[in-house]
C-alpha cells in the first residue's frame, strides 16, 4: 500500500493511438488510491480529447485549443501538482516494471536529497525479451524527458523549464538548478520503461533537421547560462568542429543548415540567456563534471 501520493503527467499531440495503448498498459496505476493522472492535449485535431473524455472520466484533462508547446504543458501541469511525486510520462511510453510506484517511493523515502529520479529506459517498438539487469542506482548529471519522477518539493524549488527552448535541453536546464540548490538526480533501475520509439530510423524522419538545429542551440544555450565564462570558447568550438567532422565534411547538407540556424537563434536569444544565467562557479563545474553521465538508453543483456 502506498503511503505517498502520486500524479502521472502525460502530454500529448495528435498521437492518440499512441495515448490509448500507454493508457491502456498503465490502466493498473490508474485504479489505484493515491493516484491522480493528468493528460494535456496540446491542440489536437484527431479526437484526442473527446477519446480521453469518452473513456478515461477519471483523468484530469486539459485542452490547448492551439499549441502551446510542450513546455507550456510540463510546466502548467507541474506548477499545479499537488501530490508528493510527479512522473513525467510520454504518450509513447509505459511501465514495464509490475509494481513501480511502491520502488520509487520506498527509493525517495531513503534518499532524502533525491529531487528527481530517471528509469531504466529502453528504446524499441517491441517490449524487451529480457528485463533483467545489473545496473545499480547512481547518481546522474542529468535525465530523459520520456520517463521520470519529480520530488515536487524539488520542482517548486528551481525556476519552469525554459519555454523558449521549445524542445531539447530541458532536462539539463533543470538539472542545473537541481544541482545549484543541492538536489541530487539518481538513476533508479529497478523501475523499467518501455519508450516506443525507433531511434534508428529518426535521422531519415522529415524533421531531421529540425531536431539537430534545436539539439545544438540548447546545449550552446546551457553553455552560456550555467558554463564559467572561461570555459564557452573552447567548448563551443568543439561543439561546432565536431559537427563539420562528423556530418557536414561527409556531405551531410542538411547538418550544415541546422548548424548555421543554430547560431543565429544563439544570438537571437542572448536577452533571455543573459536574464537567466545562473552560472556556476569553477569548482561548483568542476564538481557536476565528475557525476555520471544521464543514463538515456537500455539495452538487455544477451
Known amino acids: 500500500m502506498l503511503n505517498s501520493s502520486f500524479s502521472i503527467l502525460i502530454t500529448t ?161 533543470a538539472s542545473y538548478q537541481l544541482f545549484k540548490k543541492n538536489w541530487e538526480i539518481h538513476y533508479l533501475p529497478y523501475v523499467l520503461v518501455n519508450h516506443r520509439v525507433d531511434v534508428v530510423t529518426r535521422k531519415n524522419n522529415n524533421d531531421y533537421a529540425l531536431r539537430l538545429q534545436r539539439s545544438l542551440r540548447s546545449g550552446w544555450y546551457l553553455f552560456f547560462l550555467f558554463y564559467p565564462i572561461s570555459i564557452i570558447p573552447r567548448k563551443m568550438v568543439y561543439s561546432i568542429w565536431i559537427q563539420l567532422k562528423s556530418k557536414v565534411f561527409k556531405g551531410d547538407l542538411k547538418a550544415l543548415k541546422a548548424l548555421v540556424l543554430a547560431l543565429f537563434d544563439l544570438l537571437f536569444s542572448f536577452p533571455k540567456i543573459i536574464k537567466n544565467a545562473n552560472r556556476l562557479s569553477m569548482q561548483e563545474y568542476k564538481d557536476f563534471q565528475n557525476l555520471e553521465d544521464a543514463k538515456i538508453y537500455w539495452k538487455p543483456e544477451k
Open 13 to 173: 499531440k495528435n498521437r492518440k493511438d499512441d495515448l490509448a495503448f500507454t493508457l491502456q498498459k498503465i490502466q493498473n496505476l490508474l485504479d489505484k488510491e493515491k493516484i491522480v493522472c493528468v493528460v494535456f492535449d496540446d491542440g489536437s485535431i484527431d479526437g484526442t480529447s473527446d477519446f480521453v473524455k469518452e473513456n478515461y472520466p477519471q483523468i484530469v484533462l486539459h485542452t490547448n485549443k492551439i499549441s502551446k508547446g510542450y513546455l507550456y504543458c510540463r510546466n502548467k501541469m507541474l506548477n499545479e501538482t499537488v501530490t508528493d511525486f510527479a512522473i513525467s510520462l510520454d504518450d509513447d511510453a509505459n511501465f514495464v516494471t509490475e509494481k513501480p510506484l511502491e520502488n520509487i517511493e520506498e527509493y525517495f523515502e531513503k534518499n532524502k536529497k533525491a529531487g528527481l529520479l530517471g528509469f531504466r529506459v529502453f528504446w524499441s517498438k517491441e517490449s524487451p525479451n529480457n528485463v533483467f539487469s545489473n545496473d545499480q542506482p547512481t547518481r546522474m548529471k542529468s535525465f530523459v524527458g520520456c520517463a521520470h519522477v519529480w520530488r515536487i518539493k524539488a520542482w517548486k524549488d528551481i525556476p519552469n523549464y525554459p519555454e523558449w527552448f521549445v524542445f531539447y535541453g530541458e532536462e539539463d536546464f
